[in-house]
């Protein structure tokens, strides 16, 4: 079944036909050339596919719950000059992303472009395991980030003069946010956008408020944020904490191909999915 079912979704495998009396798009054009049939409704703008890319990446959520580790695991040092070498090499990545997008424009993303780019008989296997390994790490974010979000909420309560909740508690809220983010997908694609376009714009905001208000109120030298070290792990060797402590850094940065995903919902995807890409990884 396995097998019968992925030679028929790829085109380097098996080309599908199109046929449909309708009109289509130059987006579509370009998908029926792969193969591929176009059923996607599309309707995400420019700006709503990046909002899709950065409000999956959600730096400020993910710099807050990552926070306390990077301190730990290095401090001010491996966070702040950590986050701008992996600032450099995750943009060489989109880049490399973006100019497979451009190619293959399709909402498989990922899993697709593997089968398109690998000889024809590791297709099915390599998109096989693309897809699996893409859709266990989303999963985890997912989950990871419904969980920071009810840490956070916690602690804003505790520092309001509220009361604070278990960690049974905080599961519970974790859940919460997991189906409401559910009920959420179930809207078409373009309710779904304004609605990650009101996410991207109050992430901004958030962001331009918090950085404005710590550079008013910080205390710390130039030479604290720059260069201090802190190692509270229990491991005696420098190298490995740097390395774990770049995880801080890194995680800020998952999830920046979902533009990707998004493709065939987006109009002139080949070209703005493809800078949704780059401008939530610079973002």
Not at 26 to 31: A, G, I, P, S, V
Not at 169 to 184: F, N, P
Not at 195 to 218: G, K
Not at 222 to 249: C, K, M, Q
Request: glycine fraction near 8%; charge should be negative.
């Amino acid at each position: 079944f396995f097998w019968s079912f992925m030679h028929s979704k790829f085109p380097l495998i098996q080309s599908r036909i199109v046929s449909s009396d309708v009109e289509l798009s130059e987006d579509d054009k370009q998908l029926q050339k792969l193969g591929y049939e176009p059923i996607l409704h599309r309707g995400l703008s420019a700006f709503s596919n990046f909002a899709f890319g950065f409000t999956e990446v959600a730096v400020l959520a993910s710099i807050s719950s990552v926070y306390g580790y990077g301190l730990s695991t290095g401090g001010p040092v491996v966070i702040f000059w950590g986050f701008m070498i992996t600032f450099l090499m995750n943009m060489v990545v989109s880049f490399s992303m973006a100019e497979i997008c451009s190619a293959y424009p399709s909402a498989g993303s990922v899993y697709h472009w593997s089968a398109q780019v690998v000889p024809v008989q590791y297709a099915p296997l390599c998109s096989y395991i693309c897809g699996w390994f893409n859709f266990l790490g989303n999963a985890a974010g997912d989950a990871s980030f419904a969980y920071a979000w009810a840490s956070v909420l916690n602690a804003a309560l505790l520092a309001s003069g509220g009361i604070s909740y278990s960690s049974q508690g905080t599961v519970g809220v974790s859940i919460a946010v997991l189906t409401l983010w559910t009920l959420l997908n179930c809207l078409r694609v373009d309710q779904l956008g304004w609605v990650n376009n009101i996410a991207a714009y109050s992430q901004i905001l958030s962001l331009l408020i918090i950085s404005i208000s710590l550079f008013a109120v910080a205390s710390n030298s130039n030479s604290f944020v720059f260069t201090h070290y802190v190692n509270e792990t229990g491991f005696s060797n420098d190298s490995y904490v740097i390395a774990i402590g770049l995880l801080t850094s890194l995680y800020s940065f998952t999830g920046f191909e979902a533009s990707a995903h998004m493709a065939e919902e987006t109009t002139n995807a080949s070209v703005e999915a493809p800078l949704g890409i780059i401008y939530t990884c610079f973002a």
